[in-house]
């Protein structure tokens, strides 16, 4: 069993910046992937981005360039840097991890809201 605790989110300019981050604890030493998915309102949940353990990423192309994702497997910790904010950017950012058994566990979510 894993518990996230997500941090980081808040109200924010559009253009501004965001750093997200999300602990895992428990059982964390067979994490494969870590990432971040987010919800606006009336709209699925989409993925952002993730990161294997060994540091591969995968981004949403309508975040690539603006947000970047990292971790710190000592840590078990996931963090997204969120630059060049866009009011379609608000959202509930969930965190996620994935073990290499193929369980997927979810965090309580974070609201980001960026403001015109």
């Known amino acids: 069993q894993v518990q996230l605790v997500e941090s980081g989110g808040g109200l924010v300019q559009a253009g501004g910046s965001l750093n997200l981050s999300c602990a895992a604890s428990g059982i964390v030493f067979s994490i494969d992937v870590m990432g971040w998915y987010r919800q606006a309102p009336g709209k699925q949940r989409e993925l952002v981005a993730f990161?294997?353990?060994?540091?591969?990423?995968n981004y949403a192309d309508s975040v690539k360039g603006r947000f970047t994702i990292s971790r710190d497997n000592a840590k078990s910790t996931v963090y997204l840097q969120m630059n060049s904010l866009k009011p379609g950017d608000t959202a509930v950012y969930y965190c996620t991890v994935r073990y290499y058994t193929g369980n997927v566990y979810w965090g309580p979510g974070t609201q980001v809201t960026v403001s015109t």
């Open positions: 990161i294997s353990r060994g540091g591969n990423t």
